[in-house]
């Protein structure tokens, strides 16, 4: 269900129905995390099973970190089970005592059965530190798992959508860079070819026209960009196939924006053009953006 979409990390998923236990809730609630991690919020009845839901968890998800609650709403009937006499009567005195002390009504015998340890199973299968959950607590756990997975995957669309927004307004601002480019040597010439002309009008003097040449040259080669545009073309092509891929791409693209930053860092440090500075600016602002939004899928 959705196992090959582009995840986000945050989401919840949550399931209610009867097993072995009883009336049971299983949830599960995932925010941003750099790996996989899972806690517990478990059920006296439910503990051991941890083992278990971790695998079915690590089988469908690969970063973020979840919190796992399995609650019993209402506890099967158990006929095996014993009472365990020194326990019942520390917890009747405990609560009695608490009920004098709080001005309550004294503890009916459902209150102290109620306490955990009083009540002892003996089902060895529940006992175990750790046990095999039955048929219909595991499909309460692959549902809840279900509907969790659907809601990473419905909001990892919208994170999806919003950054190839964001990407397409980087790309556009980087087209007028592009077109941008050439005209600064252009105009550094023209801004030469004038500088001579008042110099000669001052002084009856000339400079040869290697000299130009060779000082346009290397204002060019200075300001050259073309490698930055064309690694930060490739990098836009990678990451709008990462984005429009499936399964993990997290890690992959926050990696390629790392590598797109430095590149328009690069092209802005090379330009002295005012223009180009402030498309670069727009570019960082756009990056930084993305970055953020990256965090947040698996």
Known sequence: MGER????MTGSGA?????ELGRVTVEFRSVNGRNLSLRFRTSPECAGVEGHVEQAVRR???RGSVVATLAVVESAPNENAAVD???FAAAAARLRKLARENELA???LHDVLAVPGVLVSSNSDRTRASWEPGRQLAQLV???LDRLVARRVAEGEQTVVAMLAVLDGMLQELERVR???PELVAQHRAAILERVNEFLAQHDTRLEPEQVIREVALFADRVDIAEELQRLDAHAVRLHEELRGSGPVGRDVEFLLQEMLREVNTLGSKSPDVDVAHRVVAMKSAIDKLKEQAANLE
């Open 5 to 8: 979409a582009v995840h986000s």
């Open 60 to 62: 469908r998800l690969v």
């Open 106 to 108: 004294a503890p009916t």
């Open 142 to 144: 692959e549902d809840a």
């Open 85 to 87: 006499d020194r326990a």
């Open 15 to 19: 399931a209610t129905g009867s097993c």
């Open 179 to 181: 077109a941008r480019a």
